[in-house]
């Protein structure tokens, strides 16, 4: 039961990722995605910092802002790029090879087994990501490809050190030393690449607001939490959720239709984050690292 509960929150927080497309698109400003992805973490992670009045020791700081950059700068500037040049079908199918790259590097860094059910539940998430969002008229960009190869490398990497890294921190402190590593690097990069934020509109505020409090703050401490309670191939597996949401929610709120391709994808999708879930279960309690 336990196990359950833990799945389900973690699961809620690529579930509520999915509502960033949407947001983005209907309540944002265009052209300025690094400044945009700046100001959705390091005001999440002060807000955290004040609450938990925590910073991080000596030991800490350069393990924090590896994390950082890998969870959130490194990752969320790839992203961009792919979304530029890419349809979103293609980007969204190559973030969706990260659960493979989990396995790999759980094995190498943790010393996870690689089952084979394992790699059956992730090459059928990829398929069923593939049914759910690739258009018959993607187009493929040589410079996106590697971009969303990279992000996806970029979130599989910090997906797994963050369960090799666990300080003796609770999960929301854990959160608000990444998201603050992360913006305090996205910053400096979105000054110098990108044109000054133009004035924003109480659309833009709302927009903003809900993905530093929702999409950053909430879900990546359910995210960090789950990394220290579920083997990170069953987390990687979760993170499928997003793209089934970012289609449902263009199905719903933007009237977008839904082909019986897509309702198979979707299908496969779910029954892929089933399999990973129940292929994934670490062996023993002992195995859990909890953190409030």
């Known amino acids: 039961m336990t196990h359950m509960r833990d799945t389900v ?79 979103g079908g293609v980007a969204a199918t190559l973030g969706a090879t990260q659960t493979l790259m989990v396995l790999g590097l759980s094995r190498a860094l943790l010393g996870t087994g690689i089952r084979p059910a394992s ?40 997906t797994v050190l963050s369960r090799k890294w666990q300080p003796p921190v609770p999960a929301l402190t854990f959160t608000a030393w990444q998201l603050m590593a992360g913006g305090l690097l996205l910053l400096p990069v979105a000054l110098v690449f990108e044109p000054p934020l133009p004035s924003l509109t109480p659309s833009n ?7 530093g409090l929702i999409g950053a703050a909430f ?15 069953a987390v990687s597996m979760l993170g499928l959720m997003s793209p089934l949401t970012a289609v449902l929610l263009g199905w719903f709120w933007l009237d977008q239709s839904l082909s019986p391709e897509q309702a198979i994808g979707a299908a496969i ?24």
């Open 9 to 87: 929150l973690t699961a809620l927080a690529p579930a509520i990722w999915g509502s960033t497309y949407l947001v983005t698109t209907q309540a944002l400003p265009a052209d300025v995605p690094l400044t945009l992805a700046a100001l959705r973490a390091l005001p999440a992670g002060l807000l955290l910092l004040v609450i938990t009045r925590n910073l991080p020791s000596k030991a800490w700081i350069g393990r924090v802002f590896v994390l950082g950059a890998f969870n959130f700068a490194i990752f969320w500037s790839l992203l961009f790029v792919a979304a530029y040049r890419l349809p």
């Open 119 to 158: 790699m059956l539940a992730a090459l059928a998430g990829i398929g069923g990501v593939a049914l759910l969002v690739l258009g018959p008229q993607a187009t493929l960009d040589p410079v996106g490809i590697a971009a969303g190869l990279g992000g996806a490398a970029s979130m599989a990497l910090g």
């Open 205 to 211: 505020l709302a927009g903003l607001v809900w993905l």
């Open 219 to 233: 879900t990546y401490w359910l995210w960090f939490r789950g990394v220290a309670r579920i083997e990170p191939g």
């Open 269 to 292: 999708l779910l029954a892929s984050v089933w399999l990973g879930q129940i292929t994934n279960v670490l062996k023993s309690p002992s195995d859990r690292i909890v953190t409030p």
